[in-house]
């Protein structure tokens, strides 16, 4: 930052976002674009205890406070997601956007009761003598750490004991092609509705990033028409489909829609950004 107010530097990119307001036009100007594809997203593993419950993964989606997450841990920079996929994309369904879960934690403890959860006596449900609590793996980062912090909040506060495991980057993008964990985050950036190929067909599973484990024959029906219809109104009509199932069968609980910021000095002209919200410098240049 300081690099950037000495005139040393012309473009920053991930800034720091506290400090974003100290930059103002017409110095500066602060460019924000949302990475397309799936947001942020929980992941759930739907083969081990205690996701295999879809009551359970119900639950997570009303217990995390999106809008917390998004003004603590991100600056207010993005939105909380509720889709599958972010609205930037052809075939985005706004109407499964208003029917998903909002957070409710009273709600996510009804569902957690209904799939016979009870109190153990210290806070944290249990069902059969076996407690609710799960392990969590994610990779260290500022912004990420506030980010973990206030999901494991939330769900204590709903019964729910998350442990949260910090690793690598390339170990945690390992294990969650292993479907290792009970529970993580991840995101895929793509510019078409087809990248729900990745993490919702069950090919995808241990190939690519399907890393809930989610096999629907539902689901791989709809995404592989998708893939092979090129019809634009038959296509949207598919994943709106596929976004419903999503929601109904909850393997990923979508929470923040990502933008990137740059900063931009105002001797540069031409500055964009590309359909992946990255920097695009081809017809960029700086006045003296």
């Known amino acids: 930052m300081t690099l950037e107010q000495s005139n040393q530097i012309d473009v920053v990119y991930n800034p720091i976002i506290s400090q974003l307001a100290q930059y103002r036009e017409p110095q500066y100007t602060i460019v924000r674009a949302t990475r397309p594809g799936m947001p942020r997203s929980l992941v759930l593993n739907t083969t081990q205890f205690p996701f295999d419950n879809v009551l359970v993964r119900r639950a997570i989606a009303y217990a995390v406070n999106k809008a917390q997450i998004v003004a603590t841990a991100y600056g207010g920079i993005g939105s909380p997601a509720n889709n599958i996929i972010t ?30 959860f009870r109190d153990s006596g210290n806070g944290i449900l249990a069902k059969n003598g076996q407690k609710l609590e799960v392990t969590y793996a994610s990779i260290a980062s500022t912004s990420g750490n506030i980010q973990d912090q206030i999901v494991q909040s939330n769900l204590k506060a709903v019964g729910i004991q998350m442990n949260i495991r910090n690793e690598e980057q390339a170990a945690v993008l390992a294990d969650l092609q292993a479907c290792k964990w009970q529970m993580s985050n991840q995101l895929f950036v793509g510019t078409d509705p087809d990248v729900m190929y990745q993490f919702l067909q069950s090919a995808s599973i241990h190939r690519s990033y399907d890393s809930a484990c989610y096999h629907s024959p539902k689901m791989d029906r709809y995404l592989g028409y998708g893939r092979t219809t090129t019809d634009p109104t038959a296509r949207a009509a598919l994943y709106a489909k596929a976004q419903q199932l999503a929601m109904t069968d909850m393997p990923y609980v979508p929470f923040y829609n990502i933008q990137n910021a740059y900063i931009v000095n105002g001797r540069v002209h031409g500055f964009a950004v590309d359909t992946q919200a990255f920097w695009d410098l081809y017809n960029t240049w700086v006045s003296s």
């Open 87 to 116: 609205p930037n994309l052809f075939g985005y369904s706004a109407q499964v956007a208003s029917q998903w879960p909002k957070y409710n934690p009273a709600k996510a403890k009804q569902l957690l009761a209904q799939a016979g």
